[in-house]
Nanobody, 123 residues
């Protein structure tokens, strides 16, 4: 069974850090580009960051540039999102999505999605 599972979310204070993980089972994540999205409360899901298969290319939405870092460890079939200097507006459910094409948020139909992990940043 193919699965993507996010972990690492939680409740933190503004200025704190979190590292999210997106772990894959049943598929070789090394041949997939992976994007992170988030859905703030009451809002639509939005693109956060993306990484291609070899880590040669990454993209970030402007609001997280300089604070978030996406990386991957293909040997562990896992992609990470390091989030520093968190702000209350970073709160939401964070999802990872995998696809064979690298579209950094511009894909209407990803191959796989995880169920999400909640991030709450208090002020």
């Amino acid at each position: 069974q193919v699965q993507l599972v996010e972990s690492g979310g939680g409740l933190v204070q503004a200025g704190d850090s979190l590292r999210l993980s997106c772990a894959a089972s049943g598929l070789p994540l090394s041949i997939y580009a992976v994007d992170w999205f988030r859905q703030p409360p009451g809002k639509e899901r939005e693109f956060v960051a993306a990484i291609d298969w070899s880590s040669s290319n990454t993209h970030y939405t402007d609001s997280v540039k300089g604070r978030f870092t996406i990386s991957r460890e293909n040997a562990k079939n896992t992609v990470y999102l390091q989030m520093n200097s968190l702000k209350p507006e970073d709160s939401g459910v964070y999802y990872c999505a995998a696809d064979r094409t690298y579209t950094y948020g511009h894909n209407s139909a990803y191959d796989y999605w995880g169920p999400g992990t909640q991030v709450t940043v208090s002020s």
